[in-house]
């Protein structure tokens, strides 16, 4: 079990009362729907990135409840791609459960989350790219974009970022995210690494970084849906056998046409399922859900998602958090399909999330420009227009990363269908690396929370038990437990 204790030293002190200042006009000192003093300081606003174009990055920083002046600083990074990280803000590991207020149509209320993030380190909200949640451009051709953009687009928002936080300039960095952050992460990574040779100023005290349900590999990650709906017991054994001759292994691409309509009735077993999570159930009628998906390209089995059980049960759940759900993939150029962009998105019933960030007293309490000027809050959003990938695998940047020293977690709810665990698995495992820990329980509460196997080069990989895609939002408690052990260096 682990204790969080609110450290008032001097040092903390300090930091709070320097950063008050620093930078001007950043600091939050009110949030509608909170009632009470925040836990901890709060700052928020943009960072330019390119003052040519105006392209300007959001954040959300939330000072570690702690001691800020030592903890980590974490950057967080949801998916998408085209996803805001206030995504994650409010449903997974942010300061705040929300719930419906009493008005119909009024603000949503804000409870304190035990088990958010901030109890054991500074973190950044980031919406990434511009375009994305709060983060825009003045230049609507900034909309055409991809990996590599973003990827160095994060690196400036970090340089500056620390510029403008010198007072954490010192502390353990990590960056974090899930679903297609399993590409924004190793791309970002790889430019702050180059930085770092460069000698680039403020440097960056990059420590390692850590993935939940991350899209890494299209070749592991894709072929993963048929073995593990088979383990999971969502289909028979016969047809299992019957997809498996006819594909050889390959469940997705370019495939023949016996394997193609194998593969089509393993989609139809599992359209009414909640892919997102298994266990969790699915809030729309399989006819209405036919019926908005009748001339979409996507597979019938990344169709249809549920929701999910939190103190303050607050959404339906959605599709498109990373790219099996959300996007074609062809030669490297992932277009965003029109019937999945912004708030036509299907299976999505974020109204709480669009309610708070599009209230405009909102949006002036957390520095964020009105609806004017940039438009209304999406949690996936319609202005990205193309997005260019950096191809079917990032499992080259892992292995760099890993062998230069850095600390990784790969971790993965276990009853995601998107990205299932076993494909993570395979790749993490594809590195070749020798296990140092093998495979046993990790425990929470004394009781098993889920699996783990450590590898040599600072390498972890964790399952965690019942949970689906969005691990934090799922697993709240547990989440909290394993990232404050493995930020502190601790086993697991």
């Not at 204790?3 to 001097?10: D, G, I, K, L, N």
């Not at 509608?32 to 003052?51: I, N, R, T």
Request: with cysteine; proline share 6%; net charge negative.
């Amino acid at each position: 079990m682990v204790r969080f204790v609110v450290v008032a030293s001097a040092a903390a002190a300090l930091l709070l009362s320097s950063v008050a200042a620093v930078p001007e006009g950043h600091l939050v000192d009110r949030l509608p729907g909170f009632h009470g003093a925040l836990p901890s300081k709060h700052y928020s606003g943009y960072v330019s990135v390119d003052e040519t174009h105006g392209r300007q990055l959001f954040y959300y920083l939330v000072l570690s409840e702690l001691d800020p002046a030592a903890d980590p600083v974490v950057l967080w990074l949801n998916g998408g791609p085209g996803c805001s990280s206030f995504d994650g803000f409010v449903y997974e590991n942010g300061p705040f459960n929300f719930e419906r207020g009493s008005d119909p149509g009024g603000l949503p209320k804000l409870q304190l989350n035990p088990y958010s993030w901030s109890k054991v380190s500074n973190i950044v909200y980031l919406d990434s790219p511009a375009g994305v949640g709060m983060s825009y451009s003045l230049n609507k051709s900034d909309y055409t974009t991809g990996d590599l953009k973003t990827a160095a687009d994060a690196h400036t928002f970090l340089l500056k970022w620390f510029e403008l936080y010198p007072e954490f300039q010192s502390n353990p960095f990590y960056i974090s995210g899930e679903s297609y952050a399993g590409i924004y992460i190793p791309t970002l990574i790889d430019e702050v690494v180059k930085g770092i040779e460069k000698e680039l100023k403020p440097r960056i005290n990059l420590k390692g970084y850590l993935i939940g349900n991350g899209a890494t590999d299209q070749d592991y990650d894709f072929n993963s849906f048929v073995p593990f709906a088979h383990g999971m017991g969502l289909i028979s054994t016969e047809l299992y056998e019957d997809v498996s001759a006819a594909c050889h292994g390959t469940f997705w691409g370019k495939v023949n046409d016996v394997c193609q309509e194998k593969i089509e009735k393993v989609h139809w077993e599992l359209k009414d399922l909640n892919k997102y999570n298994i266990l969790a159930p699915c809030y729309h009628h399989p006819e209405n859900q036919e019926l908005e998906f009748k001339n979409s390209s996507l597979p019938s089995s990344f169709r249809m998602l549920g929701e999910t059980e939190r103190p303050f049960p607050v959404r339906k759940r959605m599709a498109g958090r990373s790219w099996p759900l959300r996007t074609a993939v062809t030669d490297g150029r992932i277009a965003m399909w029109p019937e999945l962009n912004g708030r036509s998105l299907p299976c999505t019933s974020d109204e709480l999330a669009n309610a708070w960030l599009d209230d405009e007293d909102v949006r002036a309490a957390v520095h964020a420009k009105s609806k004017s000027l940039i438009g209304s809050w999406e949690l996936y959003t319609a202005r990205i227009d193309y997005y260019h990938d950096t191809g079917s695998s990032v499992v080259k940047y892992h292995k760099k990363f890993t062998a230069m020293g850095y600390r990784v977690l790969i971790y993965s709810g276990d009853h995601d269908l998107c990205i299932p665990f076993v494909g993570t698995e395979a790749w993490v495992r594809s590195m070749g690396y020798q296990v140092i820990d093998h495979w046993r329980p990790w425990y929470f509460g004394e009781q098993i929370a889920g699996y783990t196997q450590g590898y040599e080069h600072n390498l972890t990989f964790l399952t965690i038990k019942g949970a689906g895609h969005t691990v934090p939002e799922y697993k709240p408690k547990e989440t909290l437990a394993f990232y404050s052990h493995w930020l502190s260096g601790e086993k697991i």
